[in-house]
């Protein structure tokens, strides 16, 4: 436990502008002095310094304050829900730097993050400011630390450029990965699941996550390798996260396998963020002689298009989920005519219930759940809903995405870390109720940091459980709770509708219209010819009817 | 005419003034920090060592009363390095350790009454990193002394020093052997240390800019010795316990004796951290300045 | 003969005359309609494609209605297609042409008739017609009658850092902090949280009809505006009308916009002329 910060503070009217300052020296010294004073004065841009700041503290009150504090004490009234918090800027204390760590960040270091804000945390980007005004802001950031005025300008450190990567390097920088023990935190697989991983706190003592290596879409200070490799060099400020710096110095690596090691960790992730719009899930149908995959651990799926959906935190309802832990899930599908698999996986780096990740879920708890809701001190499972209307919906109108409700009840299939699954229905959040005797069947298995589970149904369903049919566009939602992160109940990650389709068996009939048309093309085609030349060499009168 | 030109280069001029007066004691005064407390050194050392004749001491002890919260088990299970360094029994939280009624761990140190610089000393005090636990948990250093943080363990070790008024840094150290030197550049008591690795390591630092400070022992006994003579703050400092201060008078050749009783009731005392700094707290007045200077403009 | 005059000849028949026109017609329809109008502020979208062949075929019908009216100028535009169907040497090109028309209308007819996995279309009214009354909790509200009452009283300042306080305690998840509709947790809700940046949106509506969704939320939604799938809450319940009132405050001071008045004060008749224009925009 840290320790208290003291609280007494001077604060004045405003800062700033603290208002006329006492009784200035006497004429007669000012005109002596005055030769000296011009120059001076025309040495210094403090007016000019001075409008900036303004002008970036009316912006600050305008966008900022809400999140990060009308005294810029990282404190706005939006900020208990946020996990990072908003950062304080009275402490000067940047996460994202060109800077060796401890030091300061250099302005453009700030305007970046304003620019693109920091992908994984709730800070967007401001790129609706032009940059004038984010210069303006930035000259206000600066203002409220007096580090800024004590340490002058910070130099930014050098950075060499990529050398290329290539697979030497992967499997150098997978070596690297193990000596500076990243696994530590990070976790073999780089899913944020290592053994250290559940008592991370960052300097204000909040919980914060070991970064997810396999979703770079969230790192804060961008995914590209070059970025990946200048936060090994200045570290995160405030986090666990510690500069590489006096590591290579004292030549425990050296500066190509500091490099090595950003190809690797790149290498963990897709090159993209799974692409959105891709929101139907085309479930392939398998060949007669294949038998569908019975556990998630199947060869069958490795030829399986993946499909990612992703989720946010509920908070539609109370008590709200902002920030959960999972932020989405891939989808893979294959039926078999009669049966149908679904494989769903996520990366959650507990395997709930886990005690090793008890002191999380207390901290996750005291963090967010700060409103007064109770909250769970027991161990929780991990749980997980696929959510189907009740029936293949007639027009275009289907149950509330949100489990149903009362008149358009929702069928799930539902599986938990501690129960295993079963069929269930639900008419609204929280009031999922088991069906008798379950038809699902399934399996789950958790690998370093990530759940997978597989879901297995025939297509005929009966009564509240939906029919599959081949070739329909059958709605469906997911659910994931992780019971570590405080997760239960109504606190859990959504996702909006989405569809799978079962592929239909592609029998040769698909081939015949279009034989059809190539050939009454071709006839016409040769008819059109014939006429033409019967027209030229038959003489001018039949001319007008043959080319129609 | 020419009056009147002059009173438009009036405000110019008084902000002009004051931005220099400003750059000459707040701006470039500090720039030590950065640098490790470079700047404050050379201006300390030229100050002469308090002769011996006219040293003065001090001798203290830190008290307990009541029954210490038992100290709690670490279980370092997910570290078995570590873990294989302690035979039963295993190792123990040192937030609160009481011996027969003296409270280790203390940091005792002179917080006002003297008036002149002291020398920063060049050899560097060390914090060690050994079967994961921080050796001293609790120390002291003066502004500006280097301070060498090392790795006896063949683990990954990261430190992570969070101060309010100084600079903090989190550093890695993945091999036993590895030292890095740091500096803390101003006075803070106390810094938190922690490594993030393994959640228990935490260790406390005082920065003082002059060497009269001690760390209360097994025997809850501490010493400052060399004082020169005068009225003193004697302040400690408990990381679970809080803060308790004394006052002592001493002349040449003089020996106080201080005693501070912390007690069981004391549990949940508000405990400071470093004090942090605010653009208020150094001089308003050159602040005054730019948006003086403004309106000059006009 | 030179270039300039090569390309004003060619341009002068009339069939290289109507395949240019034709592609010309095809690129302002399918491009110029959706990329043009942003240029100068007015807000576009793309034509659909059953849209676009309907207009393609206007165009090409209006072509040979030309191209046919005078009997010399249709002698001049069947040529190059006589002269493809008859002339000996260019046996190959005509080989060539029918490959190809094979090859596309075979395609064409495929890609048609093989099975589809697309989501179904799903078409979704964003403003639909409001009721004539609400309740709120127990109160009936006439949206047409209904206005700001925080523009009559108190200090709007006030109104606007409520709203503003309101407003990121419980919309920026969604909604965003820059208000458009980009929130962190934007990118799992289908449909997208309303960008109230965008001219289309808050200075098309009266303050009663953003009261009416704030209250009433996804759930609220006639079956035009597709409630199941909507994820904004309702506020009913949580927030109270005052606090309501002040976030549509803040929504309108933020964003710069000034709400669409419900035409004329008071006066029933008048009142419901000002729902029905609200309706689907």
Known sequence: MRGTRR?????????????AHGNGPGWTSFLSLMPLLLIAGLALPSAADAQDVENGQRLYERWCAECHGAEGEGDGPAASRMLPRP?????????????ASGNLPTTGDIMRAIEHGLPGTTMPGWPNLNRSQQRDLTAYLKSLSPFFERLGPPDSLSFESPPGGGEEALESGRQVYTKLEC??????AGRGDGPSAPTLTDWRDQPVRAADLTQPWLFNGGSSVEEIHRRFLTGLDGTPMPTQADALNAGVVDSAQLWDLAYYVRSLAPERVPPPGRNVVRVERIADDEELPAGPGADAWDDVDRYWFPMAGQVLERPRQFEPMVDGVWVEGVHDGSEIALRVSWNDPSQSPDSAWMQWQRRVAGALYADGTPWPTDSLPDRLAVQFPTEIPEGRERPYFLMGSAQKPVYLWRWNSRDGIRESTATGLGTAGPLPESR????????AGQWSVVFRRSLEGEGQRISLESGVAVPVAFYAWDGNNAETGKRAAVSSWYFVVLEVPTGNEVYVAPAAVVLLVAGFGVFMVRSARQGETGGGAGDDGSGA | MRTTDLRGWIPTAVAAVTAAAFVACGGGGDQAGQEGGEGQQAAQQQGPVVPPDSQAFVRGAVQFE???PEAESIDMSQEQFCAARYEAPEPRTQHVVVNDGMLQNVFVYVSSGLERSFPTPQEAETLDQQACRYRPHVMGVQAGQPLAIMNSDSVLHNINATPSANRGFNVSQPQAGMTTTRKFAVEEVMIPVACDVHGWMNAYIGVLPHPFYDVSGQDGSVAMDGLPPGEYVIEAWHERYGVMSDTVTLAAGDTASVSFTYSADMAGAEVPLGDPIYPHDHGEESHAAPADAEVGNR | MSGPERVREWVGHPFWATALVLVLAYAAIRFGIPHVPPLFGVASAPVPSSVVLQYMLSVFLALMLYVSANEERWERFREPIRVLLVEPDLGWLRVAVLVAAMAITGWLTYTNVRPSYGAPAALRSIHPAPPDQIQFEGETLRLS?????????????EHYERGAEIYAENCVPCHGDRLDGQGHFANAFNPAPLDLTSGGNLPQLSESFVFWRIAKGGPGLPPEGTPWNSAMPAWEGVLSQREIWSVIVYLYEQTGFTPRSTEGHGGGEAGSSGSAAEGTS
């Open chain 1, 183 to 188: 696994d530590r935190c990070h976790g073999s």
């Open chain 1, 440 to 447: 699902l069947q399934g399996q789950a298995t958790w690998s």
């Open chain 3, 145 to 157: 009658r209904l206005q700001n009452p925080l523009r009559e009283e108190g200090d709007l300042q």
């Open chain 1, 87 to 99: 950062r304080d800027f009275t402490e000067a204390r940047y996460q994202i730097r060109t800077t």
């Open chain 2, 66 to 68: 009541g029954t210490a």
């Open chain 1, 7 to 19: 609280v007494a503070r001077h604060r004045g009217a405003g800062r700033w502008n603290a208002g």
